[in-house]
């Protein structure tokens, strides 16, 4: 064809597609990610959608204004979303960029003839920068680990920012048309749109598959999650303890505590399964409160928490807390004053998790069998056996 028209269209239809693409995954996983991908993508169709109007109305300059900012806010709109998702960033810097840029291209880039040097590397900068921030988001994020999808959105990232400013040379060379209205009948139009069209496509499966990979983790973490006290399950607060134990330091010893709600089954007996699903969810916002990297519920009425950077005192301490939070609970059953039981075991050195849960077990066991509503610690590994036997036979 003699003018970029075709891949204006293609481009346009793109960006349509991937926004509507976007909003289903969004509504359907409830990732907000998605939605701020896919109002860039919307106003990406708008920037093409100008440029396609602008051979047909008289307003060159409104035209031209239009088709940068529906860019540039675009480009803005999927980097903030990336840094709200990615990082703990202060969020102001980049609203103050994106105005900068804003108000700096009708003041000073428009003033200056198209086919110069600087309408060129100005005109595209604010466009490179936007997903140079998307990338150093995700390459400076929290995670200890990124996916295979955050490396490919990263070099995507990166290719635009890349292809940005080349188009800002390719303009200087093979002009940009002497105005707007001429520009889709340009040689570089046509180069642009080619290179727009392809990145266009990397852009939107890579953003689409992190954003998939965010709902595919929310579901997991929730499938991980108890539905009734909130704190992780059994077979999660094991994966969760074994990885943070590899993060322990050396100078603090890792506590492992055990905790069982007194007679609950006489809880339930008496008030009923809704009380008895009260006094689980109360215990375990006073078991999290009171602090501990990893909290769950092994099952029924017994909980876990680990804490990594402890020793005796502060595991008493925060067995403690929890009893006086507990006591100090108000329930909806009037008189309703449950208490719990506390086996604590402090790690050694090279200990493992399941040989620290079975002497936190052996000392819970104790607590119960001393009369309950206390805390016992671990005794030596030795005695575990003994402890053990002691107990069945008196329950």
């Known amino acids: 064809m003699a003018n970029a028209i ?17 909003v289903g995954i969004a509504r359907a996983q409830r990732v907000s990610l998605g939605y701020w991908c896919a109002a860039g993508f919307l106003l990406a169709s708008c920037t093409v959608g100008a440029e396609m109007l602008a051979p047909r109305t008289g307003m060159p300059q409104l035209i031209s204004f239009l088709s940068f900012s529906c860019l540039h806010s ?7 979303g990336l840094i709200r998702n990615f990082t703990n960033w202060p969020r ?19 003033a200056t003839p198209r086919d110069s040097l600087f309408y060129s590397f100005a005109y595209q900068t604010p466009f490179a920068v936007m997903p140079a921030l998307g990338a150093a988001a995700l390459l400076s994020g929290s995670r200890a680990r990124r996916s295979l999808a955050e490396h490919f959105l990263m070099l995507v990232l990166f290719l635009s ?6 188009k800002g040379f390719l303009s200087y060379q093979l002009g940009p048309g002497s105005s707007i209205q001429t520009y889709v009948f340009s040689s570089y139009a046509q180069f642009s749109q080619t290179i727009s069209a392809i990145l266009s496509i990397l852009l939107g499966v890579s953003l689409m598959l992190v954003v998939m990979e965010e709902s595919n983790t929310r579901t997991r973490q929730t499938l991980l999650r108890d539905h009734l006290s909130g704190l992780w399950t059994r077979r999660a607060f094991f994966e969760k303890s074994e990885t943070a134990l590899k993060r322990r330091s050396a100078n603090r010893s890792p506590v492992i505590i055990l905790c069982d709600l007194d007679h609950f089954k006489k809880i339930n007996d008496t ?32 909980f876990a928490t680990l804490t990594l950077d402890s020793n005796a005192s502060l595991a008493q301490l925060q067995v403690e807390t929890v009893r006086a939070r507990l006591l100090n609970a108000e329930f909806l059953q009037e008189g309703l004053r449950p208490t719990a039981s506390f086996g ?15 002497r936190a077990d052996a000392a819970l066991y104790e607590a119960k069998a001393r009369g309950r509503d206390r805390l016992v610690f671990s005794r030596n590994e030795k005695d575990v056996a003994s402890i053990l036997r002691e107990a069945l036979l008196r329950r």
Not at 74 to 80: C, I, K, P, S, Y
Not at 161 to 166: E, N
Not at 281 to 298: N, P, Q, S, T
Request: with cysteine; charged share 10%.
């Open 74 to 80: 675009a480009l803005a709109l999927v980097a903030f």
């Open 161 to 166: 920012t890349a292809q940005f400013l080349f």
């Open 271 to 302: 008030y009923g399964h809704a009380v008895g699903d009260e006094v689980i969810r109360v215990f375990a916002a006073c078991l999290e409160a009171a602090g501990g990297d990893v909290c769950g519920r092994l099952g029924g009425e017994e």
């Open 92 to 110: 102001w810097p980049l609203p103050a960029l994106y105005l900068a840029f804003e108000v700096a291209f009708p003041t000073i880039v428009m």
């Open 344 to 358: 604590i075991a402090v790690m050694s050195e090279h200990e493992g998790l399941s040989d620290a849960i079975a």
């Open 6 to 22: 075709y891949l204006l269209v293609v481009n346009f239809s793109l960006g349509l597609a991937f926004s509507l693409a976007f």
